[in-house]
């Protein structure tokens, strides 16, 4: 139903006895005093911020932490960058010979093979083991020695080979 | 002549504490029937009245001068007392509401109550409590309805229809009660 004109001419006129009913509230003589005694022990997180080095630190950590979690998030997120994927591989040694092995890293002056035996009686052959094992560690050790000057590698290499003739001798 | 409200908060805003005594000297007052109407007691509706003036005080940076202050003051008072109420555990209902003459004085009490004043206070407090909740910001602030709407998170049109029959009902009362003298 639609209120008519007159109605609600009646009903404003009705609201305003109404209010004129319900008067205000005078407030206790003490309350102004009391209400800035309030105000002045209040003080506002804006102002303890702004006063305080302490409070400074708590927040600038505080608003670290609200923005940093989300941020570290996002970044795991996102793909940043184009991350070249790296392959390893490896080959396994028993597929390389020796001269396989020095084309990859190439020609080593000095260097000398390590024969494979042709014959069986020779895996039992302790001599024939001992030289290879110390063939084997000379030449790790001057391949490993390489990338340095000479006169390094000569002296390494010939404490070396005196370690590697002992161990032979024992 | 009362300076508009708005006027004295943006003074306030700009360091005059002058302004915000004077919006104190404007609100208090209203703002006490206000709580009182909700049915709390005299010394703490004053204890409500200081946490609303802290409020606005710890607030006034923020306000924007869009809408009128009435309805920026009257929202933080609605929601300090809804906090008042979770805190305490009170809750409203009509039996609760103390009656008009908790709030006057004894003797005006005597005197009002036999009058239409009393008869209009009465037949306010015998409205359920959501329609006093709209009566009290509709009509005795004179909040607009948008605003009403707002503070109470209603829609506009529902606020228009419950305050249009609200008023129909309790003037017919009143009529009633007139006829009957």
């Not at chain 1, 080095?53 to 670290?64: D, E, S």
């Not at chain 1, 030449?139 to 390094?152: C, G």
């Not at chain 2, 809804?82 to 039996?95: L, S, V, Y």
Request: hydrophobic share 40%; aromatic share 8%; with cysteine.
């Amino acid at each position: 139903m639609e209120p008519s004109l007159n109605d609600e001419r009646q009903l404003d006129d009705f609201a305003d006895t109404l209010r004129s009913a319900h008067q205000e509230c005078a407030v206790s003589s003490s309350f102004e005093d009391n209400l800035f005694d309030a105000l002045s022990e209040t003080k506002p997180l804006r102002r303890v911020i702004q006063q305080s080095a302490f409070m400074r630190v708590a927040a600038a950590l505080l608003i670290m932490c609200i923005i940093g979690v989300p941020a570290a998030a996002l970044m795991g997120v996102l793909p940043l960058g184009d991350d070249k994927q790296i392959t390893l591989s490896f080959i396994p040694a028993e597929s390389l010979d020796e001269s396989e092995l020095q084309e990859m890293i190439g020609p080593l002056a000095s260097t000398e093979s390590v024969v494979i035996p042709p014959h069986d009686e020779y895996i039992g052959d302790r001599v024939y083991n001992q030289r290879v094992a110390v063939i084997s560690a000379h030449n790790y050790w001057q391949r490993l020695l390489a990338p340095y000057p000479d006169s390094i590698e000569f002296a390494v290499l010939a404490g070396v080979d005196v370690v590697l003739a002992s161990i032979v001798v024992k | 002549m009362t300076k508009p409200a708005e006027d004295l908060l943006i003074r306030f805003q700009k360091g005059d504490a002058a302004a915000f005594a004077e919006l104190v000297e404007q609100f208090a007052p209203r703002l006490k029937g206000f709580f009182l109407r909700k049915g709390v007691q005299d010394s703490t509706a004053e204890d409500l009245i200081q946490n609303v003036f802290i409020r606005i005080c710890n607030t006034a940076a923020r306000y924007q001068a869009r809408g009128k202050f009435d309805a920026y003051c009257f929202q933080i008072a609605h929601n300090i007392f809804i906090d008042h109420c979770r805190r305490n555990k009170f809750t409203i209902d009509d039996d609760s509401v103390p009656e008009q003459e908790d709030v006057r004085p004894q003797q005006a009490e005597a005197i009002e109550k036999s009058d239409s004043a009393a008869k209009l206070r009465e037949i306010l407090q015998e409205q359920d409590d959501s329609t006093r909740q709209l009566l009290e910001l509709a009509v005795l602030q004179q909040l607009s309805y948008a605003e009403v709407s707002e503070i109470l998170d209603i829609p506009v049109g529902t606020v228009k229809s419950r305050v249009y029959y609200a008023l129909r009902r309790m003037r017919s009362v009143f009529q009633q009660y007139e006829k009957d003298l």
